[in-house]
């Protein structure tokens, strides 16, 4: 494992901010994110009771802004509940809806609040979401939040240049990284950008196509991008055939390979060939059970493929809806139980 | 040039209301030439609110005058006369016709015929499509004359989002991503170079982000003001 040198004036205790997941990076563990999706709905036990399914099992969790453009709590609000019940935030910070007055404000308000891990997001365009008439805001971009963050941290001012008055806040900044979207030759050199913009971790869109993205990590070796930031590999435990051949045809930038598609079938095979009239309630939900088990199979097969590739530092699992996966995914790999890292961080080669 | 689309009748017939002296006035220049209100438009669509006026039985006078262009003082003087005989003046001008058209006469009711779209050219026969969002500080040096604050669905500075798939933008299969756009040129160009360089946040003083915006050009001013 790689450590990262980190100038001593940016330092806290040794570390960027401290958070779990930069400790359990840094000590040269592998490490595990989940992601919980905030309600729509200000219903504060549910953030609750998904924290609870996750906690243990992951380093960090990341908390979406709105995605997909659907107003739901905020990631800042829910961060905080999740905080409450023992599991570490990361925050999800999209362009979309905020300014960079807002953006600012709202980041000195959750590092208030005890977040420590950040995730800079362009955020999906509001015409998928569920207030499609609103006004957008893309004051900036996700690379020049990374930048504007960074140097609240390292440098103690505001993106205006005017200095903190008192203290600043301290993330772990992340970035996420789209390895195979058009155009595919830029997307190793957007991923350097935003390294240089100051990411500190990149979490992927959902690999489900591992030559694919072994390919994109020879060119993110060979720009020597894993040296300077961790790089934790997205991935998702399918549901069914159906939601695989959906994100084959349909989302854009996830390659989903027919082995997989045809993997998840053969686990709905003892019920395949029976149209929906034909099928009881009780067989639906043993053919979902079955291709769910398939689905957590099949992300336990992909984590270790991608633990193998070098420069992988990590997995972000997204369960979405179905964090009651994330559990025998994580035990599924031996990766669970998670480090504890109370120690400084191990020396850097500069240091040693 | 300015691009625009004819509202529809029945939304004119509301904004005409109970008037009855009705003059529509086209312009002779960007909406002349996308075919939205031009001195043929006008003409149409003063007979369809005749024809309408008609079957509705309410005996509306409807005349259609069009100038150069509804944007200067000196063409809308040319039409003072029928301007004052009218009700109600439909402007079949884009935002800055209505507006000029308002301005310059104070006491006629104007409404818009038009709804202005954008600032864009033909892309073809029957095609229009955006190009300029008139930021105010022009960026095309740096993306080989391709404009990701118009084209972008997201404005980015900084490289695609992960939605260009197949050279589309994600928003709708019928844009472009310009970020694919761009990148090929500068691909085909040889300077991608220029696309690993972080843009930093732009300033949108120079926008409408700003505040309205004017310039003036002292050199040109007939009569400078006295300081």
Redesign the interface.
């Known amino acids: 494992m790689t450590s990262l040198a980190i100038p001593e004036e940016h330092r806290t205790n040794g570390y960027l901010s401290g958070s779990n997941l930069e400790r359990v990076l840094r000590a040269g563990h592998f490490a595990v994110t989940g992601e919980l999706g905030p309600p729509q709905s200000a219903d504060a036990n549910l953030i609750r009771k998904k924290a609870t399914l996750l906690r243990g099992y992951v380093d960090a969790v990341n908390i979406t802004d709105n995605q997909t453009a659907i107003v739901r709590m905020s990631s800042i609000g829910a961060g905080a509940l999740v905080i409450q019940e023992g599991l570490e935030p990361v925050i999800q910070m999209t362009c979309r809806d905020r300014n960079r007055l807002a953006i600012q404000s709202d980041l000195l308000g959750a590092y208030a609040l005890g977040a420590r891990n950040l995730l800079c997001l362009t955020g999906d365009h509001q015409t998928f979401g569920n207030h499609p008439d609103a006004k957008n805001v893309f004051d900036m971009d996700s690379i020049q939040l990374v930048k504007m963050v960074t140097e609240m941290r390292d440098m103690h001012t505001f993106q205006s240049g005017e200095a903190f008055k008192g203290p600043e806040p301290r993330f772990f900044i992340g970035a996420a990284a789209a390895p195979f979207a058009d155009p595919v030759d830029f997307r190793p050199y957007r991923l350097a950008k935003k390294v240089k913009a100051g990411a500190n971790f990149i979490q992927t869109q959902l690999v489900y196509d591992i030559p694919a993205f072994a390919r994109f990590m020879e060119k993110v070796l060979e720009l020597g991008l894993h040296r300077q930031t961790y790089i934790l590999a997205g991935v998702g435990p399918l549901k069914s055939p159906g939601m695989a051949r959906y994100m084959k045809k349909s989302v854009p930038g996830i390659l989903v390979p027919d082995e997989l598609i045809e993997q998840m079938e053969a686990a709905g095979a003892p019920w395949a060939g029976k149209s929906k009239d034909e099928l009881t309630k009780e067989d639906k939900k043993a053919r979902s059970e079955a291709w769910q088990a398939e689905g957590i199979k099949v992300c336990i097969q992909l984590i270790q493929k991608l633990r193998k590739i070098e420069g992988v530092a990590g997995v972000h699992i997204m369960a979405i809806e179905w964090e009651e996966a994330v559990k025998p995914i994580v035990e599924g790999t031996g990766l669970y139980p998670r480090p504890v890292v109370e120690t400084s961080p191990v020396p850097t080669a500069q240091e040693a | 040039m300015i691009t625009a689309e004819q509202k529809p009748l029945a939304e004119l017939k509301t904004l005409i209301g109970d008037a009855n002296k009705v003059l529509v006035v086209g312009c002779g220049t960007c909406v002349t030439v996308c075919f939205a209100g031009g001195s043929r438009e006008a003409a149409i669509v003063a007979a369809s609110l005749r024809m309408a006026s008609k079957l509705d039985g309410n005996g509306k006078q409807v005349t259609d005058v069009t100038v150069q262009r509804q944007c200067e003082w000196e063409y809308l003087d040319q039409i003072a006369e029928e301007v004052q005989q009218a009700d109600i003046v439909l402007s079949l001008g884009c935002g800055i016709g209505v507006q000029a058209i308002a301005e310059h006469f104070p006491k006629t009711w104007v409404v818009p015929g038009l709804n202005t779209t954008f600032l864009g050219l033909p892309s073809e026969q029957g095609v229009w499509v955006e190009r300029c969002a008139a930021c105010g500080d022009c960026i095309l040096g740096l993306t080989g004359g391709i404009c990701p604050i118009a084209r972008c669905?997201?404005?980015?500075?900084?490289?695609?989002?992960?939605?260009?798939?197949?050279?589309h933008c994600?928003?709708n299969p019928e844009i472009d991503?310009a970020?694919?756009l761009i990148?090929?040129r500068m691909s085909s160009m040889g300077k991608?170079h220029l696309?690993?360089e972080?843009?930093?946040?732009?300033n949108?003083r120079t926008s409408r982000d700003g505040g309205p915006r004017k310039i003036v050009r002292k050199d040109l001013r007939l009569a400078p003001e006295e300081e």
């Not at chain 2, 669905?153 to 050279?167: I, Q, R, T, V, Y």
């Not at chain 2, 972080?198 to 732009?202: C, D, E, F, V």
């Open positions: 669905s997201k404005s980015l500075l900084n490289g695609p989002c992960g939605g260009s798939e197949d050279g994600e928003i991503c970020w694919q990148y090929d991608l696309l690993y972080i843009q930093p946040p732009k949108w």
